[in-house]
């Protein structure tokens, strides 16, 4: 095969590392054009919540390939759209009941972000401060980057990103994160505040309790401070629960959903809102208006596909399955917690995570990443670790054997970078 010109995201192409050929998708098994049987134990990147390929999934596409494609959804709609809508408001906490479609998480942020200013503009307060959670990441647009956590991921971009107040990440002791908070919301100027609740992906797999969120959340009520939810990996039962938000029993102002809202099958993203963020932008003012939209928003076959997603959550014992997956990864997780080299085990539902002891080598470019990587795809598993931080989030559908397999080759990766 020639050089291909793909340019490939999170991929430095100069250390010259295999590209595998993907050609089908099945369950929680990927197959390569050279034959190989791989195992997605990351949901490819987060998204894959029942299985590649699942068939409900698939037959909605196919069958609304057959009636709409697209079509404009400023002032237009269509019925898969209104479907998922309201599918989607009869599942999710009560009070949010409006939905704002988009594309992708970073653009389901940056709705939220817009939602967020936009209240307290048409309200005509002078509010406009966001704060974010330290080591959060919500994308790569430059709203999404700026209220997340700088460092390599954007220090490239840092002359576009706008200012934040960034609050603590809650270790062991939660008391700083929450004294800041109160301290930085009693200014009377912050607009919202957002969170990756329980579990930040990109930060490194960090996992925080329910209280110290439910907390949180009681701080920016009591201030009248917006509270963001991104929940764009957490959702659709990552965390054990169909958001992770539901373990601390709080509802969020703006909810950001995306990933597994079409089973990972199709590119669709929402933002819910509760009814105060909805009706400052309802008005006989046209300057009023939310001002926000992209060409493919409310995608009339990814929505399809979000409405047999929720028909899969509604009707087939999806939570049992969940249960069921992080018992597993549980098990994969005491094994792990037996080595010496390893720190930190830590587990959120379908998703377990642990550091390996690299010293001062460690972050997402500690130079232990590459080898790993390799070593995951010589042994036909795919794991993307975070630099020293392995993770496996896989679809809720793997089987026991194949986890048996995961579990076999993160041992070996460890056994081979042992101190």
């Keep these: 095969m020639s050089k291909s010109p793909v340019w490939h995201p999170f991929h430095q192409h100069g250390l010259g590392e295999d590209i595998p050929l993907v050609t089908r998708g099945d369950g929680a098994i990927l197959h390569t054009a050279d034959g190989r049987r791989v195992i997605d134990a990351i949901s490819s990147w987060w998204v894959t919540t029942h ?3 699942h068939p409900r999934i698939m037959a909605a596409v196919r069958d609304q390939t057959k009636k709409l494609d697209q079509v404009i959804f400023a ?17 999710m906490p009560g009070g949010l009941d409006h939905v704002f479609y988009s594309d992708s998480g970073s653009t389901s942020v940056e709705v939220a972000l817009k939602m967020a200013l936009g209240y307290w503009h048409n309200r005509g307060e002078p509010r406009h401060r966001i704060l974010v959670l330290e080591h959060s990441y919500h994308g790569d647009t430059i709203g999404a980057m700026s209220i997340g956590e700088r460092g390599v ?37 912050v607009a919202a ?16 309790p329910p209280r110290v969120l439910a907390e949180v959340r009681a701080i920016c009520a009591a201030h009248d401070v917006l509270f963001i939810a991104d929940e764009v990996m957490t959702g659709f039962g990552r965390t054990g629960t169909l958001l992770a938000c539901d373990q601390a029993g709080v509802t969020p102002d703006i909810l950001c ?8 099958s199709m590119p669709l993203a929402v933002t819910m809102a509760t009814a105060p963020i909805f009706d400052a932008h309802y008005s006989t003012d046209r300057s009023k208006l939310f001002y926000h939209s992209s ?3 409310a995608n ?17 014992p999806v939570m049992e399955r969940i249960g069921t997956l992080a018992q597993r990864l549980g098990a994969v997780l005491d094994r792990a917690a037996q080595k010496t080299q390893v720190i930190r085990p830590r587990q959120c539902g379908t998703m377990i995570a642990f550091d390996i002891d690299t010293g001062d080598d460690a972050g ?27 993770y496996a989030m896989p679809p809720y559908c793997i089987g026991q054997d194949d986890i048996d397999r995961v579990s076999d080759v993160m041992m070996s990766a460890i056994d081979l970078n042992a101190r």
């Design 51 to 53: 299985g590649h390929n």
């Design 75 to 91: 002032g237009w709609t269509h019925e898969p759209a209104e479907t998922l809508a309201r599918d989607l408001v009869a599942i």
């Design 153 to 189: 991921f954007n220090r490239a971009y840092a002359p576009l990103l706008f200012d934040v107040g960034t609050v603590p990440f809650p270790a062991a002791d939660p008391q700083p994160t929450l004294d800041a908070l109160e301290s930085a919301c009693a200014a009377g100027d």
């Design 193 to 208: 505040f957002i969170v990756e609740p329980l579990l930040l992906g990109a930060g490194g797999m960090l996992t925080y």
């Design 257 to 264: 959903l995306a990933k597994g809202l079409t089973g990972g």
């Design 295 to 297: 060409s493919y928003t």
């Design 300 to 316: 009339p076959v990814a929505c399809a596909a979000g409405v047999a997603n929720m028909a899969i959550w509604r009707e087939e």
């Design 364 to 390: 997402y470019l500690a130079n232990i990443g590459p080898s790993l990587r390799a070593h995951f795809f010589a042994n036909d598993v795919l794991l993307r670790p975070l630099g020293n931080t392995i």
